[in-house]
C-alpha cells in the first residue's frame, strides 16, 4: 500500500497566511515561507500554497513568495491561484514550485489541462475542484467557491483525468473550515471511479478524521489547514496516531 499523505495547505492573501470559514471570514494565521520550513520540518510530506485573491482579483500568482518558499523547504510543494496560461506555469515551475494547481481556469477552458500534461507531464498537473453538496448533487464552483456552475464533481474529475490531469484535489465546500471531518462519500466515489490520486480537503478537525478520510474516504492524501496553524494538531503526533491505526505513512 502507497503512503498516505499529510498535507498542510497555506491559503495567502496579501503575502499572510489567512484561514476562512466556509470560504468567507478570514483570519490571519501567520508568514507563510517560516510556516512552510516548519511544517517540512516537523514531517509533512507534500504543502500547497494557493493565492486566495489571485482569480477573484485578477492577480498574477505570487512568484517571489514561491521563490523564498523553494529556497527555505525541501519538501515537495504544489502551488495555486490565478493561473491562467502555460506561462503562468513555466513561471512558477521555474521559481521552484514542483506542481501547480489549478481550478477556475481549468473549468473555464478544459484544454489548458491538456497543454500542462504535454507541456510539462502529468506528474505537475493538480486540478482543484471546489464542490458544494445541493440536493444531493455535488455542484462545482468557481472563483474560490463564489460562483456556481453546471459541472457535476465526478463528472469533471473523470474529464480532467481524461485530459492529463495527475491529480485531483477536491475540497468539500460543504464541511471546509467547519472541523466536523472530511466528505468521505464522496471522496471514495472518487477513489473507485478515478485512476489518479485524490486528495482530501475540507472538514480536519481532529485526528480521527484523517484516518476516516484515508480509510471510509480511500483517500491518497490528506489536506487540512486550520488544525496545522493553529497548533490543534501536531504533524509528528498525526502520523504515530495514524501508524497506531495501522495507516502506512512516511
Known sequence: MLAKRIIPCLDVKEGKTVKGINFVNFRDAGDP???????SQ????????????????????????VRKVAAEISIPFTVGGGIRELGDVERLLN???????INSAALKNPRLIDEIASHFG??????????????????CYLNGGRIPTERRLLEWAQEAESRGAGEILFTSMTHDGVKEGYANEALA???????????ASG???????????FTLGKADAALAASVFHFREIGIADLKQYL????????
Open 33 to 39: 515561507v517560516e510556516l512552510g520550513k516548519q511544517y
Open 42 to 65: 516537523e514531517g509533512a510530506d507534500e504543502l500547497v500554497y494557493l493565492d486566495i485573491t489571485a482569480s477573484h482579483e485578477r492577480r498574477n500568482t505570487f512568484t517571489e513568495l
Open 95 to 101: 521559481a521552484g514550485a514542483d506542481k501547480i494547481s
Open 122 to 139: 502529468a506528474q505537475v498537473c493538480v486540478v482543484a475542484i471546489d464542490a458544494n453538496q445541493e440536493e444531493g448533487e455535488w455542484r
Open 189 to 199: 466515489m472518487l477513489a473507485d471511479k478515478l485512476g489518479i490520486p485524490v486528495i
Open 203 to 213: 472538514g480536519a478537525g481532529q485526528m480521527s478524521h484523517f484516518k476516516d478520510a
Open 243 to 250: 501508524k497506531e491505526n495501522n495507516i502506512t505513512v512516511r
